[in-house]
């Protein structure tokens, strides 16, 4: 029996989140779910702009942003015959995206997380820290923002695992955000590598 039927991927439209987006829609490949990808955008930040003529256009960048990220995820899907929703969505992303894993009955949510850490995690925050404290719905985050490249959909379709990433799954709220993957060194020693959202 297939552990999920619907999956939730936030995309920000980066290089660096076509990991997560490729993580998710390869693990949607394996257990033959479908996903919901969604495009915040953030009217939070933008709401304390001045309404000049000069910001008038800065809504339609937004969503014509929203659109090329989502078009993305629809060739990238389509690449893996995986089934695919997408949304654009106003609001707080880390409220958003609890909300829509909710509602959409998602059971897993597949996200990137930069690996900040000290005392950058405590002034910036993190929208997959809040996400992971928050949701009822399962968090994976693959960790992204290191300089890599993400895999083309040919490299990245025959492993569910994409290279260089780190995950874990958390459930409800349950963790501090912080999660540890074990792997090799390449002189064969155990290495224990944490990774804080």
């Known amino acids: 029996m297939p552990l999920y039927d ?43 702009m001045p309404m000049e003529t000069t910001w008038e256009g800065v809504g339609d960048l937004l969503y014509d942003d929203a659109e ?5 995820v629809r060739e990238l899907a389509a690449d893996r015959d995986v089934d695919v929703e997408t949304a654009v969505v106003e609001g707080s992303p880390s409220r958003e995206i609890i909300t829509q894993a909710e509602e959409a009955d998602c059971e897993l949510v597949v996200m990137g997380t930069h690996g900040r850490g000290g005392i950058d995690r405590l002034l910036l925050g993190s929208v997959a820290e809040k996400v992971v404290r928050g949701s009822s719905v399962p968090v994976l985050t693959v960790r992204i923002g290191d300089g890599e490249e993400p895999p083309s959909a040919a490299e990245s379709a025959g492993a569910t695992d994409s290279a260089g990433a780190e995950e874990s799954a958390t459930a409800g709220g349950t963790s501090a955000g912080e999660t540890g993957a074990t792997g090799t060194d ?11 959202g």
């Not at 090329?68 to 993305?72: H, N």
């Not at 390449?186 to 804080?196: I, K, L, N, Y």
Request: proline residues 3%.
């Open 186 to 196: 390449p002189d064969g020693s155990v290495s224990d590598a944490t990774e804080t």
């Open 68 to 72: 090329t990220a989502l078009e993305t």
């Open 6 to 48: 619907r999956i939730l991927v936030p995309t920000d439209g980066s290089s660096e989140g076509e990991l997560a987006v490729c993580h998710a829609l390869d693990l949607a490949a394996v257990h033959g779910a479908s996903v919901r990808a969604i495009y915040v955008v953030d009217t939070a930040r933008y709401a304390g």
